[in-house]
């Protein structure tokens, strides 16, 4: 199965560069463990050590925060888009 | 605290009539008159309406400028920052002369020019819990253009305690995000990101760089929004986050949804302001042993004195690009433990970056590795050009 996972610049640079990554999972938090294993330095970023999302990093499955469906359990399916939006605070 | 100033009337609560229109204001105006959701009706809306910007800088510029010339009868702005030129380019607002000057000076100035139809009151403090609710409550809209977690929770939590929506702009690097939090009905920020990131992780403006276009791009969506708000037009962001992201050059909006459980908007649990430094982790001292600290004066000294010193910069290649102390040598910080082989622990080693933060971060990673005579440079790189040799560029 494969998923979309869209990063921000700040860290497409710990993910090769690459700002749009193929992942493959049944859920989202599956997603980032497939991710997290193939770029280790993306990791810290995307989940805390307990392997939760953090408050700060909010993932839109679908234009929908996973808040609402279940966190890092939320289902996906083939074809589906996450993206992956961390807080920023310039002014 | 509150300064007012400018020549129209003060705008009357929303439950008066609406203000009349003088003849200079028609035809001032007189592109929005014609425009069919403006009007006559929407521009004395405009003029009624009493606007707060919180921050006069990057946000701030676009807004505080777009917002006076659009004919917003009153606005508010809150800022206690001096114009520096590393500011004006892109903080519009400002201008060369104005350096050194209370951007609040600068920016009454410039509105003034913009439109003298235009009252504004000025609020040179910094927004606290103290005084948030006060100041806050004189205005029928806020717009969030800070620079800081801290006051972005706080502006936050002010709007939903007293019910204004709250024009939410951000921006980093070459990205942004925009929406209209704090209605009646939407979600609020704490909906977006129930906590803040814990302090240094998350670079500010200062240290990680913006474009300075973005502010632009930003700040005047946040206008727009606050204008629709103003004219009860369209279809606000209330509800979406949008997401900018400029070098790709797309604009895309994903959805925001209250939370049930957010103990703002939600449950609300939060029925008072609260200590936002704390909540942000701001100020709480740095674990770990304190780093010792050497002065640019006492660094150049021991040079001179031909001590046998290993000199590390810390910062970025693009920062060492613009000028670096000679003698030293680059390790940028994320790579210093791959490089611990390289130092020699039998020498003294001194670390810098900018302005001393980063640098302190290396120091306390070099004591845990086992080196015992290391210093922080006090001030980094830019109190070395300001005390010791103005070659070296400020940046």
Redesign the interface.
Known sequence: MSVTLNLPTVLAKLAGGQRTLEASGATVGELVSDVAARYPELEPRLRGADGAPYPYVTYYLNDDDIRLSGGFAAPVRDGDEVIVVPAIAGG | MATTIGTSAAAPPAADPLPELTNAEILRYSRHLILPDVGLAGQRRLKAARVLLV?A????SPLALYLAAAGVGHLGLVDFDVVDVTNLHRQVLHGTRDVGRPKLESARDRIADVNPHVELTTYETRLTSANALEILGGYDVVV??????QT?YLVNDACVILGKPNVY???????G?ASVFATESGPCYRC??????PPGL?P??AE?G?LGVL?GLVGTIQATETVKQILGVGESLVGR?L?I?A??MEFR?????K?PTCPACGTREIRELIDYEQFCGVGAEPEGEAVAELAPRELAARRQRGDALDLIDVREPHEWEIGHISGARLVPLATLPAALHTIDSSRDVVVYCKGGTRSARAARQLREAGFRRVWNLTGGITRWSDDVDPDVPKY
């Open positions: 921050g800088g990057g946000l701030g969030d253009g800070t620079d800081n977690f972005r702009g951000s921006i980093f690097r070459f990205e995000q977006l990101f129930p906590e803040p990131p998350v500010s403006c990680g913006v502010p986050l997401l992201d070098l790709r909006t994903v959805k925001l949804r939370s």
